[in-house]
């Protein structure tokens, strides 16, 4: 992108022509440091990733719920996501739990032990600390790293 002509690089200083190498081999030096120490730091909603949340995800699986179900988006589509059903305003702990508890006319209901069901809900509480669906809310930084918006807030 230097709009130099061959011509005109080929006249440089030998010590001109060092000076722009090191400075190359300087700033991908730099770069490279920069990408891999900032922005790998942060495990959103670890701390909710405790050994019941853990046994939650085995129930999550044992049941299947994927198979109607969506986690950041991904699953079937029979059901909604369930990403952020715990903190979303009109609904949370006690409204999921009357969902996995009677079923609906479109959703079975699970004869599970009220351990499981716990267990469970733990479990969707650290999906939904650990991240949001849609994502809508992050944005790229002027050295190429992408941070959500949420997170930076959450650490303040
Ligand atoms: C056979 C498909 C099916 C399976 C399996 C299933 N669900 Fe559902 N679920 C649904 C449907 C469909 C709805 C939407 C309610 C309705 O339309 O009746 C729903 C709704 C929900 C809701 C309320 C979501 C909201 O945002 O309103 C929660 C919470 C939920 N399910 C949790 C679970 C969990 C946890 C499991 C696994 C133990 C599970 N579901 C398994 C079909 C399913």
């Known amino acids: 992108m230097l709009c130099v002509e061959q011509k ?3 006249e440089l200083s030998i010590s001109a022509k060092r000076a722009i190498f090191w400075a190359l081999v300087l700033g991908f030096i730099c ?15 670890e701390e909710a990733f ?11 699986q044992k049941y299947n719920c994927i198979s109607c179900h969506q986690i950041y988006g991904l699953g079937g589509y029979m059901g909604p996501d369930l990403t952020n ?13 009357v ?8 959703m079975p209901r699970f004869e599970m032990t009220e351990t499981e069901r716990d267990e ?11 991240g ?11 050295y190429g790293n992408i941070h959500s918006e949420t997170a930076e807030n959450e650490k303040q």
């Open 31 to 45: 770069y490279s440091a920069l990408i891999y120490t900032t922005g790998t730091e942060y495990q959103a909603g």
């Open 132 to 142: 949001s669906y849609p994502v809508t809310d992050f944005k790229v930084t002027w």
């Open 85 to 97: 059903v715990m903190e979303e305003e009109a609904k949370g702990r006690n409204y999921a739990e």
């Open 120 to 130: 469970l809900l733990n479990y969707l509480e650290y999906v939904g600390k650990a």
């Open 99 to 106: 969902f996995i508890q009677h079923g609906t006319a479109k």
């Open 50 to 60: 405790s050994g019941s949340a853990q046994r939650g995800k085995l129930v999550f």
């Open 8 to 10: 005109q690089f080929q």
